[in-house]
T-cell receptor, first 114, second 110 residues
Framework: GAGVSQSPSNKVTEKGKDVELRCDPI?????LYWYRQSLGQGLEFLIY????????KSGLPSDRFSAERTGGSVSTLTIQRTQQEDSAVYLC????????????FGSGTRLTVV | TQLLEQSPQFLSIQEGENLTVYCNSS?????LQWYRQEPGEGPVLLVT?????EVKKLKRLTFQFGDARKDSSLHITAAQPGDTGLYLC??????????FGKGTRLSVIA
């Protein structure tokens, strides 16, 4: 597609439920990133995928968070047993390759845990 | 852990004024990038600087990368209400994901 597409744009869930967030990157971009942005905060790195290499999961805050990227394209971020502190905007970005290339971000998924 | 500190955190100015936003770190980066984010949207790339001492101009915006590649600045000349937004600097060491500063929230009042 022309840009990075994320769905849903908004998600309200009850504490303890699982949620899945989807990201469809720009076609041909081999690198895909997930970040989290809380109110008044900068972007917190979560995980990134580069081609067929093992993902860098070093930013995931707990084992309730996981992500996969199927066929080198679409990615899904899953949060299990959601907590109120998980409420944030989850941003996905893609770039041609990892390195000094700029990222193209989606509009994000605003997650609210009640 | 690489950290980027931005200042000021908030900036409210009148239309036509000039301003400078700073991005500082104790770490060396292979490149620094500046993004602008509007409410409800993801950040949009403004510029990438890769050479120490580099200066890039984008209309009324001037970006500079420090000689030691540890800091950068964004200068806006004659600010306009359309410049309002959250300005984020981000750095990478090459093969690492971007590390972002917390941003400078700019408000330009007509």
């Amino acid at each position: 597609g022309a840009g990075v597409s994320q769905s849903p744009s908004n998600k309200v869930t009850e504490k303890g439920k699982d949620v899945e967030l989807r990201c469809d990157p720009i076609s041909g971009h081999t690198a895909l990133y997930w970040y989290r942005q809380s109110l008044g905060q900068g972007l917190e790195f979560l995980i990134y995928f580069q081609g067929n290499s093992a993902p860098d999961k070093s930013g995931l805050p707990s084992d309730r968070f996981s992500a996969e990227r199927t066929g080198g394209s679409v990615s899904t971020l899953t949060i299990q047993r959601t907590q109120q502190e998980d409420s944030a905007v989850y941003l996905c970005a893609s770039s041609l390759v990892t390195g000094d290339y700029g990222y193209t971000f989606g509009s994000g998924t605003r997650l609210t845990v009640v | 852990t690489q950290l980027l500190e931005q200042s000021p955190q908030f900036l409210s100015i009148q239309e036509g004024e000039n301003l400078t936003v700073y991005c500082n770190s104790s770490s060396v980066f292979s490149s620094l990038q500046w993004y602008r984010q509007e409410p409800g949207e993801g950040p949009v790339l403004l510029v990438t600087v890769v050479t120490g001492g580099e200066v890039k101009k984008l209309k009324r915006l001037t970006f500079q990368f420090g000689d030691a590649r540890k800091d950068s600045s964004l200068h806006i000349t004659a600010a306009q209400p359309g410049d309002t937004g959250l300005y984020l600097c981000a750095g990478t060491s090459g093969n690492t994901p971007l590390v972002f500063g917390k941003g400078t929230r700019l408000s330009v009042i007509a």
